[in-house]
């Protein structure tokens, strides 16, 4: 519906503040940031992104999102949750194999 569209819309939002992201930012940009955000706080914001899309049926979307997550925190505590994300937007996508090969 109209709340789950505007959801979308402030994470999309969130993931142009500074700090978010952080694969291809100037590390010194990062390093002078007031408040650096947490891991899992920029992980949540991903995530619940790609959720929303997914169940919009914006899959497109959904899907750069996911691979802009998989970059940003492969290798991190938090690659299991975009690994989740990753295998809901497979399964969505009527891929159940390549949803059970993720996870």
Known sequence: GNEM???????????????????GVDKAVLNNLA?????PDRASIFEML??????????TEATKVVQ?????????SEEVRISIANAELSIKKGDVEQALAIL
């Open 5 to 23: 569209a505007e959801a979308a819309d402030i994470l999309q939002e969130a993931l142009s503040l500074p700090g978010v992201r952080t694969i």
């Open 35 to 39: 408040i650096p955000l947490p891991l």
């Open 50 to 59: 790609v959720t929303r899309l997914t169940a919009m049926d914006r899959l």
């Open 68 to 76: 802009d997550a998989i970059a940003e925190f492969a290798g991190t």
